[in-house]
């Protein structure tokens, strides 16, 4: 993938009233481009002239992504509110990738409407956003994770307040308090979601969990280590 092949794929979703299908491999191919302006950048400190130029590619990347994740985010949000009003919508056009972020839609729209049809709660608004990255007792963060025995592990945490500068959350899970490159196991782009399901964690196993807030400058925020299992069955 090169950056006019990402100009493509921005101003043809852009241009698209509906989702446009996707390669099987973007999200994949998109990941190295990145990683290879990074490199260029860190190849080019003693070169003005070519740093400069990998500077504004680095922009111009940035941009694009946010404004195709940004286009693909609201025709996702349609078509969950579609297919919970029972309309029957068209998913043929839905990466693998945003399988999940449409189902946690589809469950965050259910929640608000029987939340705010059929019950009166109240919400603070300025509830602060994700906790510094700081290890909790084992009693206290156990709290968020919501253990199962069906191989599955709920994940839920707070979402941020303003979302201005929001730019993703990503989940990372670690077998220990440690994480690494290759720790990341989702990014969800929505800042209203709350909660995520790590399917085919298997039984009786223990994992480490920690939910990064990423805003637009690409600056992350972890929140403290917590720590989820599944019971053996």
């Given amino acids: 993938m090169t950056l006019r092949d990402l100009r493509v794929q921005t101003f043809k979703e852009r241009k698209e ?18 990683i290879q302006i990074r490199e260029i950048i860190e190849e080019s400190k003693d ?49 693998q990738n945003e399988n999940e972020y449409l189902i946690s839609l589809c469950s965050v729209i259910e929640k608000h409407r029987a939340n705010t049809l059929l019950n009166e709660i109240s919400i603070d608004a300025n509830t602060p956003v994700l906790e510094e990255k700081k290890i909790e007792p084992e009693e206290k963060t156990a709290k968020k994770i919501e253990p199962r025995n069906d191989e599955y592990i709920e994940i839920k945490w707070e979402p941020v ?63 403290n280590f917590v720590r989820g299992w599944t019971t053996i069955w």
Wanted: glycine residues 4%; without cysteine.
């Fill in 17 to 34: 009233g509906r989702l446009t299908k996707l390669p099987a491999t973007f999200y994949r191919r998109l990941k190295i481009l990145e």
């Fill in 47 to 95: 070169n003005a002239q070519r740093l400069e130029k990998a500077n504004a590619d680095v922009r111009k990347f940035s941009d694009m992504k946010l404004e195709l994740h940004k286009n693909r985010e609201r025709k996702l949000t349609d078509l969950a509110r579609e297919k919970v009003n029972g309309q029957n919508p068209n998913m043929e056009n839905i990466h």
């Fill in 161 to 223: 307040s303003d979302f201005n500068y929001f730019y993703q959350y990503e989940i990372w899970r670690s077998s220990d308090e440690i994480l690494s490159e290759d720790d990341t196991i989702i990014v969800i782009p929505t800042w209203e979601i709350d909660h995520y399901l790590d399917r085919g964690v298997g039984s009786g196993t223990s994992w480490y969990y920690s939910v990064a807030t990423v805003d637009i400058n690409g600056r992350k925020r972890f929140s």
